[in-house]
T-cell receptor
Framework: DTEVTQTPKHLVMGMTNKKSLKCEQH?????MYWYKQKAKKPPELMFV???????INESVPSRFSPECPNSSLLNLHLHALQPEDSALYLC??????????????FGPGTRLTVT | GDSVTQMEGPVTLSEEAFLTINCTYT??????LFWYVQYPGEGLQLLLK?????DKGSNKGFEATYRKETTSFHLEKGSVQVSDSAVYFC?????????FGAGTRLTVKP
């Protein structure tokens, strides 16, 4: 099983809402990632969890809050977002992030629209 | 800093034509190199990878060779199909950090 699942597939939220994106993998991977992808652009790294600890936070605004409850799950909590945060949010996992040798497996993404 | 430069396209080819998408990289260490493909409305799928110089990655008729002397990882396919229409991303990975090129949109016409 090489699948990374993400829910929901689509999300529309107002600027005062609080919502969460969820990601799950059952490949035994120990590194998990959140990316943001705007239209016609490459994915931009937001956060990296390695062995359930946050190891990279790419200067992301605090209105995005990641959480890794266990090695299979990754959440992204959203609060007080802006319209410019509308994008495709991609989750990925890899066997081990440290060496950079391992490919990342991506989920299908959550299409987020902030109104 | 570490980066990837790839031809931006768009690239439009007829079915059965030969495909080349150029990719060059800049890195301070010895990165692993990847090609990912993204179909409309989907996430990224790994197409192929190479982890050291002179390695050749291949999958589904696509090939790319890790060339350290030219810092390149060009993607090739001998005969493209309509189903190959997608956006292709070249990427490098060092430690936990994966850097993507801008992406190349490929359209294959029947």
């Amino acid at each position: 099983d090489t699948e990374v699942t993400q829910t929901p597939k689509h999300l529309v939220m107002g600027m005062t809402n609080k919502k969460s994106l969820k990601c799950e993998q059952h490949m035994g991977h120990r590194a998990m990632y959140w990316y943001k992808q705007k239209a016609k652009k490459p994915p931009e790294l937001m956060f990296v969890y390695s062995y359930e600890k946050l190891s990279i936070n790419e200067s992301v605004p605090s209105r995005f809050s990641p959480e890794c409850p266990n090695s299979s799950l990754l959440n992204l909590h959203l609060h007080a977002l802006q319209p410019e945060d509308s994008a495709l949010y991609l989750c990925a996992s890899s066997q081990d992030g440290a060496a950079g040798l391992y490919e990342q497996y991506f989920g299908p993404g959550t299409r987020l629209t902030v109104t | 800093g570490d980066s990837v430069t790839q031809m931006e396209g768009p690239v439009t080819l007829s079915e059965e034509a030969f495909l080349t998408i150029n990719c060059t990289y800049t890195a301070t260490g010895y990165p692993s190199l990847f090609w990912y493909v993204q179909y409309p409305g989907e996430g990224l799928q790994l197409l192929l990878k190479a982890t050291k110089a002179d390695d050749k990655g291949s999958n589904k008729g696509f090939e790319a060779t890790y060339r350290k002397e030219t810092t390149s990882f060009h993607l090739e396919k001998g005969s493209v199909q309509v189903s190959d229409s997608a956006v292709y991303f070249c990427a490098l990975s060092l430690e936990n950090d994966m850097r993507f090129g801008a992406g190349t949109r490929l359209t294959v016409k029947p």
